[in-house]
Every structure is written in C-alpha cells, then in structure tokens.
C-alpha cells in the first residue's frame, strides 16, 4: 500500500510532462503558423512589384529563401548548345524544364526558359544574339527530386542543381541561383511562366490537433483520478 502513493505521483508527474509537451507543440504549431502568413503575404507582395536586376556577385553570400520569387530581369546572351534538361511535372503534363546558361558579360546565371514535352527534347535552341529575360529568382535545388539522385555524369537531372549543372557543362562566375522565364507569348515551346507559387499552411490544424490530444488526455486523467478511491 505504501508503494501506491508513489505510483501515483510517479504516473501523473508523467501524464503532466505528456501534456505539457503537447500544449508546446500546439503553442509552436502556432508560431509556425504566424510565421507562414507572413512568409505568405510578404511573397505576394514581392510578386507585384517591379523587376530588379539580377543580383550581381557582391550580392551573392546576402541572397536566401526570402528572395524567392522575387522578379528579375537580366540582359546577355545565351550560351548555345548548352542546355540541360531536367524532370519535370506540370499542368500541361510530364517533360522537362529547358535550363540555358546565360552570359550576361559580368558573370553567367541559369535561366529555365521553360517547360517541354518529351518529344521537344533537343529541339528549342535558344534565340540568338542579346535578349533580355524577365523572371522569377529562384533558389537552386541541390541533390535531386523525391527519392531520385541527380546522375552529372550521365547528364540525368531530376532538380535544378546549379553548382552541379554549372560544372557539367564548365561553366565560370555561375550566379547561386536561376531563374524562372515569363511566358513569351511568340514562342510555344519552351513554355514558360509555369512557375507555382504555393506554401502549404496546415499548422492551425496541427495546432488543434495537439491542443485536442492534450485536452482528451487530461480528462482521460481527471475521470480516471476520481474513479480510483471509490474502486
């Protein structure tokens, strides 16, 4: 009998730990929330505004996450016989997106001048002499898709990597980033303007979620609590 005491003690110091933990989790599931709606409003408010420059070398270490999206514009000509081919899934089916290194007499910077089917494979090179490329800034993505490893050495890519693209292809003074063309309404392939601005935001629902668990948890307790002296 005087081990039941302690047995109590030692449970509900538990179950308190259990359900704090998951209050913080739904406090947290909060913060994240806040956190994302400003991301969100920040981003729709970045695409409205005008395009900058491409950002230059000197602005390369200060270029993060929050500079996504952000419209571009940048003026070179693009490197023939260049492009990379990378897997892609988009409204108008399966394909490839078409990345072509453009050298804009300062420094090179990948632009994806669009998406096409597989039987466009190869056949869009890019438009000579000087143009001027309007687009989004995105941030590269190294290694490779959902459970498939870019392959350099056999020029199989299923992310834009734009280290490991540079170096496939030799290129110098590559920009950190790339670049997601507008649609070009005279061109039909490579389509641009495909870009897909979206941010998922579920954490009001995991917060209710955490906050339900703990709230069933302790009135699991407090029903068990007053059952056990009458038992």
Same mark, same amino acid.
């Given at each position: 009998?005087?081990?039941?005491?302690?047995?109590?003690?030692?449970?509900?110091?538990?179950?308190?730990?259990?359900?704090?933990?998951?209050?913080?989790?739904?406090?947290?599931? +909060?913060?994240?929330?806040?956190? #994302?709606?400003? $991301? !969100?409003?920040?981003? @729709?408010?970045?695409?409205?505004?005008?395009?900058?420059?491409?950002?230059?070398?000197?602005?390369?270490?200060?270029?993060? =996450?929050? %500079?996504?999206?952000?419209?571009?514009?940048?003026?070179?000509?693009?490197?023939?016989?260049? %492009?990379?081919?990378?897997?892609?899934?988009?409204?108008?089916?399966?394909?490839?997106?078409?990345?072509?290194?453009?050298?804009?007499?300062?420094?090179? $910077?990948?632009?994806?001048?669009?998406?096409?089917?597989?039987?466009?494979?190869? #056949?869009?090179?890019?438009?000579?002499?000087?143009?001027?490329?309007?687009? $989004?800034?995105?941030? =590269?993505?190294?290694?490779?898709?959902?459970?498939?490893?870019?392959?350099?050495?056999?020029?199989?890519?299923?992310?834009? %990597?734009?280290?490991? !693209?540079?170096?496939?292809?030799? +290129?110098?003074?590559?920009?950190?980033?790339? !670049?997601?063309?507008?649609?070009?309404?005279?061109?039909?392939?490579?389509?641009?303007? +495909?870009?897909?601005?979206?941010?998922?935001?579920?954490?009001?629902?995991?917060?209710?979620?955490?906050?339900?668990?703990?709230?069933?948890?302790?009135?699991?307790?407090?029903?068990?609590?007053?059952? @056990?002296?009458?038992?």
């Amino acid at each position: 009998m005087r081990g039941r005491p302690i047995r109590r003690i030692l449970i509900g110091t538990l179950i308190g730990c259990v359900i704090a933990g998951l209050i913080g989790l739904g406090v947290w599931q +909060l913060q994240r929330r806040a956190w #994302k709606l400003d $991301l !969100i409003q920040r981003t @729709e408010a970045m695409l409205r505004s005008p395009p900058v420059p491409a950002p230059p070398p000197a602005a390369w270490g200060t270029i993060t =996450s929050n %500079d996504a999206y952000r419209p571009v514009i940048a003026t070179g000509r693009y490197r023939p016989d260049a %492009d990379t081919y990378t897997q892609a899934a988009t409204a108008l089916g399966g394909g490839f997106w078409v990345l072509t290194p453009l050298d804009t007499g300062r420094f090179t $910077l990948l632009v994806n001048r669009g998406f096409v089917p597989a039987d466009q494979r190869g #056949k869009v090179p890019p438009p000579p002499g000087t143009v001027t490329v309007r687009g $989004l800034l995105r941030i =590269s993505e190294p290694g490779g898709g959902f459970l498939r490893s870019n392959v350099p050495a056999e020029d199989r890519w299923h992310s834009r %990597d734009v280290a490991a !693209i540079a170096a496939r292809r030799g +290129l110098t003074d590559v920009a950190p980033y790339f !670049i997601d063309a507008v649609a070009d309404p005279q061109v039909e392939w490579p389509r641009g303007g +495909l870009t897909i601005v979206s941010f998922r935001n579920n954490h009001l629902v995991y917060a209710l979620t955490w906050f339900g668990l703990a709230l069933v948890l302790g009135g699991m307790t407090w029903w068990v609590a007053r059952r @056990e002296p009458r038992a």
